[in-house]
Nanobody, 127 residues
């Protein structure tokens, strides 16, 4: 079993930066993803990275501002968030998938493709 623990959340002003971490223990996964859920809204895809780190995908809302990466030696995945906006405020969840396809069909953005989830970390961006 894989256990995921997010960290790095907090409160920042608009335009600021945060780096979220997701530490994995147990069996490694093929891919990692980040999702977020704002109050009153559905969980949405943020970013994903393949096991090799060579392939990344981003939601249009964060493209150019967020960067996903991973350090396989540490079994840790990161989400560097720059130029944060108030609309980025949400609980951020990391997820791991043993078999996640990074194809043109966008399966990497579907929550049901992931097998393990962290408990979430709160990110609050003030204006």
């Amino acid at each position: 079993q894989v256990q995921l623990v997010e960290s790095g959340g907090g409160s920042v002003q608009a335009g600021g930066s945060l780096r979220l971490s997701c530490a994995a223990s147990g069996r490694t996964s093929s891919s990692y993803g980040w999702f977020r859920q704002a109050p009153g809204k559905e969980r949405e895809f943020v970013a994903a990275v393949s096991w090799s780190g060579s392939t990344t995908r981003y939601a249009d809302s964060v493209k150019g501002r967020f960067t996903i990466s991973r350090d396989n030696a540490k079994n840790t995945m990161y989400l560097q968030m720059n130029s944060l906006k108030p609309e980025d405020t949400a609980v951020y969840y990391c997820a791991a998938g043993v078999r996640v396809l990074f194809d043109s069909g966008g399966r990497y953005s579907r929550a049901e493709e992931y097998d393990y989830w962290g408990q979430g970390t709160q990110v609050t961006v003030s204006s």
